[in-house]
């Protein structure tokens, strides 16, 4: 670990209060979503989901409690992991991962959340029987069938997952998805359903483990909908730290 100090932060008052007081407004919303399904709060996981957001405002997040955090790219997982060494947290990667990329992944990845091919998996499994180490992921499932969405189609799934058993440095916690970015609860709610009801199928069939149910589904705009629908982590960015600067 690295033993550099991390650097002085340029965030004003106002910006930090910013951030905790959304954080807080999260936790609020997610616990009211979860006992509305009949669930405690401690039954969902809050993920921040940190693309672009730099490591003084992850900082903040992190010395306020909120320890599991999500990058959608690789060189961002690395390039913020030193900044943040000194922090208890979990990264997760959890956007499309390129195989020519896994090795810097497991680097610094306590879990891959878009496993979604079984090239991908066996290159990631080849790489920790090397390492001899293990890793969580979770199989990323396209439940809106948009092109434009990585994950294996909901159809194709249980042959991947059947796959991945030979794997034994991964070990499966659940399914995750990216939601249909619809304008209303009924054109968003089915890409919900369809992951939690195929996570029951699996499990009862016996293709996935029982340990395996979790579900990482819902953003910023639609998490109390995931919720209702079963996530049990929903990965949250611009309610915490504001719009995104792509600048």
Do not use: W
């Not at 690789?74 to 390129?98: C, N, R, S, T, Y």
């Not at 001899?132 to 249980?158: H, L, M, W």
């Not at 819902?218 to 049990?232: P, V």
């Amino acid at each position: 670990m690295s033993t550099s100090q991390p650097a002085e932060s340029t965030l004003s008052d106002t910006e930090i209060a910013s951030i905790t007081g959304n954080l807080d407004e999260v936790a609020d919303r997610v616990r009211a979503a979860a006992g509305a399904s009949g669930r405690s709060g401690d039954d969902v996981q809050v993920l921040l989901a940190t693309k672009t957001q730099p490591a003084e405002k992850i900082r903040i997040a992190l010395e306020y409690g909120f320890t599991l955090i999500g990058e959608n790219k690789v060189q961002e997982l690395v390039g913020k992991a030193e900044e943040l060494a000194d922090l208890d947290h979990e990264a997760h990667l959890i956007g499309p991962l390129q195989k020519n990329k896994v090795n810097h992944t497991l680097r610094h990845a306590h879990c891959i959340q878009s496993v979604d091919n079984l090239e991908l998996a066996t290159k990631i499994g080849n790489r920790l029987e090397v390492l001899d180490e293990t890793i969580d992921i979770f199989v990323q499932v396209n439940t809106s069938r948009e092109d434009s969405k990585s994950g294996i189609a909901r159809e194709d799934a249980e042959a991947l997952i059947t796959e991945l058993r030979g794997l034994t440095r991964m070990r499966l916690r659940g399914l995750m998805t990216i939601g249909l970015p619809g304008r209303t609860p009924e054109e968003i709610r089915p890409s919900y359903s369809d992951l939690r009801e195929l996570r029951d199928r699996l499990i009862g069939a016996g293709v996935m483990p029982a340990e395996a149910n979790e579900l990482s589904m819902g953003m910023s705009n639609d998490f109390e909908l995931a919720i209702a629908e079963g996530a049990t982590m929903v990965r949250v960015g611009s309610s915490v730290f504001g719009a995104r600067d792509y600048s």
